[in-house]
């Protein structure tokens, strides 16, 4: 069984930085595409940036030069840089894996 697991979600200051983590089990994680989505109460779950499978990143407009997604395939984690947030980033962070496999969700929220 397939299970992804996201933590690392929390408040934050706009201008700050937090980093979510997403533990994979029961599936290795080398040479499968990665994504991070987010999802504001009541809209779509939207695509965010990830990891093809030959090693290319790709960011959407939104967060491009402020998050960065790296992976380390030993420990099966997947991970989601985030800097200089903005109240806009406030939402449900979530992590999929081989285009299936989804995490929980965990919940960035950004404030003064």
């Known amino acids: 069984q397939v299970q992804l697991v996201e933590s690392g979600g929390g408040a934050a200051q706009p201008g700050g930085s937090l980093r979510l983590s997403c533990v994979v089990s029961g599936t290795e994680i080398a040479a499968k595409g990665i994504a991070w989505y987010r999802q504001v109460s009541g809209n779509s779950r939207d695509w965010i940036g990830g990891i093809l499978v030959d090693g290319t990143a790709i960011y959407s407009d939104s967060v491009k030069g402020r998050f960065t997604i790296a992976k380390d395939d030993a420990v099966k984690t997947i991970y989601l840089q985030m800097n200089n947030l903005k109240s806009e980033d406030t939402a449900v962070y979530y992590c999929?894996?081989?285009?299936?496999?989804w995490g929980q969700g965990t919940q960035v929220t950004v404030s003064s």
């Open positions: 999929k894996l081989a285009g299936r496999w």
